[in-house]
C-alpha cells in the first residue's frame, strides 16, 4: 500500500512537472519566434528532451509512451540526457557567448556538439556496454564544463542572467553528477532520493523562466530603442531647430 501510495504521489508530481515543461516549451518556441533568437529555440528543444529523459526515468514512459518498445525502454534515460544536455550547451552558446568576444570558446562548444552527437549515433549503434557508458560519461561531463565555462564568461555582461543560470542550474548538474555516480556503481549513495532529478527540476524551471523573462525584456528594449533611432533623421531634426531661430 505504501508502495502504491508513493508510486501514485510521484506519477501526480510528475504530471504536473511535465504540464509546466510544456509551458516552457510553447513559451521559448514564441520568444524564439518573436525575437528570432536562436538561444530560445535551443532552450525549448531542451525542455523538451529533458521531459522525455524525465518521463523514461520516473517511469512513465515505459507505462504510457513506449509500452510494446524493446530496446528503447533501457537506453532512453541516457541517450535523452546526452541530447539534452548538447541542447543546453547550445542554448548557453546562443545566450552568453559571442563569436567577436570569445571565437575560442564558441569553437569549442560547436565541436562538443558535432562530437556529441557522433557518439550519440555510435552510442546506438554500437551496443558495447563499456563503450556506451564511456560515450555518456564523455559528453555529459564535457558539456557540463563548457556550459559552466560559458556562463562564467558572460557575468560582466548578462549579470543577472548569467547569476540565475547558476543558481538555478548548479544544483540540478550536481543531482546529475550524483544520480550518474551512484547507478554506473562508482560510489554507493543510499541517501540520494530516487525522485531528486524531480526536485532539482523542480527547483530548476521557475529560476530559468525568471531568466529568460528578463532576459527578453531586456532584448525587446533594446530593439525599440534601435527602432527608435533607425526613424531618427539628423537633417530634419536639424531643420526643426534651426527654423524657428531663422
Known amino acids: 500500500a505504501n508502495a502504491n501510495l ?3 504521489q510521484t506519477f501526480t508530481l510528475a504530471a504536473l512537472m511535465l504540464g509546466f515543461m510544456g509551458l516552457m516549451c510553447l513559451l521559448s518556441s514564441a520568444l524564439a519566434l518573436v525575437y ?3 538561444a530560445y529555440a535551443w532552450y525549448a528543444l531542451y525542455v523538451a528532451i529533458i521531459g522525455l529523459a524525465f518521463t523514461s526515468h520516473v517511469g512513465i514512459g515505459s507505462y504510457a509512451l513506449w509500452p510494446s518498445a524493446t530496446w528503447w525502454p533501457e537506453e532512453s534515460t541516457a541517450l535523452c540526457v546526452m541530447a539534452a544536455m548538447l541542447a543546453h550547451l547550445l542554448f548557453c552558446r546562443a545566450m552568453f557567448v559571442s563569436p567577436r568576444a570569445a571565437l575560442g570558446l564558441h569553437r569549442a562548444v560547436s565541436a562538443c556538439a558535432v562530437l556529441g552527437c557522433l557518439a ?4 546506438v549503434t554500437v551496443h558495447i556496454h563499456i563503450l556506451q557508458i564511456v560515450l555518456f560519461v564523455l559528453v ?6 563548457l556550459m559552466v565555462s560559458t556562463v ?3 557575468l560582466h555582461q548578462h549579470r543577472v542572467v548569467a547569476w540565475l543560470w547558476l543558481v538555478a542550474y548548479i544544483p540540478l ?3 546529475i553528477v550524483c544520480t550518474v555516480v551512484d547507478a554506473l556503481g562508482w560510489y554507493a549513495l543510499p541517501w540520494l532520493p530516487y525522485q531528486t532529478p524531480l526536485y532539482a527540476l ?7 523562466l525568471i531568466a529568460l523573462h528578463l532576459h527578453a525584456k531586456t532584448q525587446h528594449t533594446q530593439q525599440v530603442r534601435s527602432a527608435t533611432l533607425a526613424n531618427i533623421d539628423p537633417a530634419r531634426d536639424l531643420e526643426l531647430v534651426r527654423g524657428p531661430l531663422d
Open 6 to 8: 508513493q508510486m501514485q
Open 152 to 154: 562564467l564568461t558572460a
Open 173 to 175: 548538474l550536481l543531482v
Open 140 to 145: 555529459v561531463f564535457s558539456c557540463m564544463a
Open 36 to 38: 528570432r533568437n536562436a
Open 120 to 123: 550519440i549515433g555510435i552510442y
Open 202 to 208: 523542480l527547483f530548476e524551471m521557475p529560476v530559468l
